[in-house]
């Protein structure tokens, strides 16, 4: 990707679509699939709808809306799919456009996928983009209920 791109706001834009494109706006942010491939179903990234390089840089309407926000989708992430748990990391050391990636954990998640591990996966983890965007309607359809 050329470095005057910025993934995080072709995503908001709508000129990158992530599988299942963006499932919910609300509070200044986008929710959708992890973009790159993913070793975990139901992996999901909330990201600002404006260009904001890391959480300190939010306006404080924002700030205050991602926590409840982010609470509902790790809810639904967990009714939806089954996930025993929900991590939540916000690192901006590759994509300096704020983004929160919650990231289930089911109870046969591999210990090398868990925790921070989970960006670890490989090529051979990578599940067909058909199941993460199956999961992330799931994820979404438990939002609206």
């Given at each position: 990707?050329?470095?005057?791109?910025?993934?995080?706001?072709?995503?908001?834009s709508?000129?990158?679509?992530p599988p299942?494109?963006?499932l919910l706006r609300e509070g200044g942010f986008a929710l959708h699939a992890l973009?790159?491939?993913?070793?975990?179903?139901?992996?999901?990234?909330?990201?600002?709808?404006?260009?904001?390089?890391?959480?300190?840089?939010?306006p404080a309407a924002e700030a205050a809306a991602l926590g409840p926000?982010?609470?509902?989708v790790m809810a639904a992430q967990r009714a939806a799919l089954g996930a025993e748990h929900v991590y939540a990391f916000a690192i901006g050391d590759v994509l300096h456009?704020?983004?929160?990636?919650?990231?289930?954990?089911?109870?046969d998640t591999p210990e090398r996928l868990r925790g921070r591990?989970?960006?670890?996966?490989?090529?051979a983890d990578a599940l067909r983009?058909?199941?993460?965007?199956?999961?992330?309607?799931?994820?979404?359809?438990?939002?609206?209920?």
């Open positions: 990707m050329p470095i005057d791109t910025c993934l995080g706001c072709e995503i908001v709508g000129t990158r679509v299942a494109g963006v973009a790159d491939p993913s070793p975990l179903r139901g992996w999901l990234v909330l990201t600002s709808e404006r260009h904001a390089r890391a959480w300190y840089d939010l926000l982010a609470g509902r456009h704020f983004h929160l990636h919650l990231v289930p954990r089911f109870a591990r989970c960006f670890d996966g490989g090529p983009e058909e199941e993460i965007a199956r999961a992330a309607r799931a994820v979404a359809d438990a939002l609206l209920r």
